[in-house]
């Protein structure tokens, strides 16, 4: 949808607008920043976005999407992407 870079107050606009029914989002300061609940959509914060944390649980994430409802938030914690130091072999 390009919405890269918009700010969260007209993003959560936007996907009001668009009539979303799920926005899931891997900003985990947006509750406390935005008055998500009672919104006419429901509300997946993922406990990260990193592709090899999120891949072993698409399942889960695919079953907390197919459960939510609208006007509510869900945490959907499965660990949080730790950078490895690569070390120099020598």
């Not at 900003?27 to 990260?48: C, H, I, W, Y």
């Not at 072993?56 to 079953?63: D, F, N, R, S, Y």
């Amino acid at each position: 949808m390009q919405w890269g870079g918009i700010k969260n107050g007209a993003l959560l606009a936007l996907i009001e607008r668009e009539a979303f029914d799920i926005f899931l989002t891997g900003d985990k300061n947006m509750q406390t920043q935005q008055r998500l609940e009672g919104r006419p959509f429901g509300v997946l914060v993922l406990s990260a976005i990193n592709w090899p944390v999120i891949e072993p649980h698409v399942q889960t994430i695919a079953l907390a999407i197919d459960a939510a409802t609208r006007a509510t938030v869900q945490m959907i914690d499965y660990g949080e992407f730790v950078r490895r130091v690569k070390r120099d072999g020598g």
